[in-house]
């Protein structure tokens, strides 16, 4: 079986909890509480020249289905 990381929303401590009891003694998964506020940058400071080429979130998809789910569960390579 491959390793999995569960990634709970924020709004779901309950469930975190719940999970990291649940998963404890595995060590094929583990869980983490997404503690992402938002963009790191702020929006309104003028940046001269763009550095980065790319998103470094490799997985957007990710955000995406923990905005509109309570997990997410990433396998991971």
Do not use: C, K, T, W
């Amino acid at each position: 079986m491959a390793r999995q990381l569960v990634i709970v929303a924020r709004e779901h401590p309950d469930l975190y909890a719940y999970l990291r009891e649940r998963f404890a003694g595995e060590v094929q998964a583990e869980v983490l509480l997404d503690r992402r506020v938002g963009q790191r940058r702020a929006e309104q400071v003028p940046v001269p020249s763009e550095r980065r080429r790319q998103d470094r979130r490799a997985r957007p998809d990710v955000d995406a289905l923990l905005r509109s789910r309570s997990h997410v569960i990433v396998p991971l390579i």
